[in-house]
Nanobody
Framework: QVQLVESGGGLVQPGGSLRLSCAASGSIFSIYDMGWYRQAPGKQRELVAIITRSSSTNYADSVKGRFTISRDNAKNTVYLQMNSLKPEDTAVYYC????????????WGQGTQVTVSS
């Protein structure tokens, strides 16, 4: 099993930046596709960004050009650099690990709060 722990959330003003980290343990990190999701109050959880086993990336249209996902397999860590933050980015951000060759292997962290003031 994989355990995921997010960190780096906080309170920022519009236009500010944050860098989220997700540390993974319990399995072979490099075989997993990694993703960041977020859930705002009253909203469904949505995909923010993914980075595959081969380090290909994909982003939600709402964050494209502002957020960057990356991974460091040697450190078992995935990052989300968030720039030009907007109030609508306010949410709990969750880290996800998925082994696409074994679809039932799908793990979530407990989340980190990001608040962007208006």
């Amino acid at each position: 099993q994989v355990q995921l722990v997010e960190s780096g959330g906080g309170l920022v003003q519009p236009g500010g930046s944050l860098r989220l980290s997700c540390a993974a343990s319990g399995s072979i990190f490099s075989i997993y596709d990694m993703g960041w999701y977020r859930q705002a109050p009253g909203k469904q959880r949505e995909l923010v960004a993914i980075i595959t086993r081969s380090s290909s990336t994909n982003y939600a249209d709402s964050v494209k050009g502002r957020f960057t996902i990356s991974r460091d397999n040697a450190k078992n860590t995935v990052y989300l650099q968030m720039n030009s933050l907007k109030p609508e980015d306010t949410a709990v951000y969750y880290c996800n690990a998925k082994y696409i060759l074994r679809p039932r292997d799908n793990y979530w962290g407990q989340g980190t709060q990001v608040t962007v003031s208006s």
